[in-house]
């Protein structure tokens, strides 16, 4: 399994990004994604999870409303749209498949200050 993070970088707040995760190394289009983050000090927090096929999604109550996750099974890629971002979306954000004791990926860093 290889999950591979994009798309992190430095923004203002109000300002957004859109994360890719590539994947690689099993069925994709048979398995849920996820996206956790991790600021310094605190601990893996989920963000959002979508189905298989892309028709079911929940997010963190954190995030509802600003970022929406999304997939292209034919890619192998799962999404993070992440808009009206505030300082507190600083973190860095992780691929995921299988949950906590599932496989992730190396993270991608977000930061949003002014």
């Known amino acids: 399994v290889q999950l591979v993070e994009s798309g992190g970088g430095l923004v203002q707040p109000g300002g957004s990004l859109r994360l890719s995760c590539a994947a690689s190394?099993?069925?994709?289009?048979?398995?849920?994604m996820s996206w956790y983050r991790q600021a310094p000090g605190k601990e893996r927090e989920l963000v959002a999870v979508?189905?298989?096929?892309?028709?079911?999604?929940a997010y963190g109550d954190s995030v509802k409303g600003r970022f929406t996750i999304s997939r292209d099974n034919a890619k192998s890629t799962v999404y993070l749209e992440m808009n009206s971002l505030k300082p507190e979306d600083t973190a860095v954000y992780y691929c995921?498949?299988?949950?906590?004791?599932?496989?992730w990926g190396q993270g991608t860093q977000v930061t949003v200050s002014s």
């Open positions: 995921n498949i299988g949950g906590l004791h599932g496989y």
């Open positions: 190394g099993f069925t994709f289009s048979n398995s849920a």
């Open positions: 979508i189905s298989s096929a892309g028709g079911s999604t």
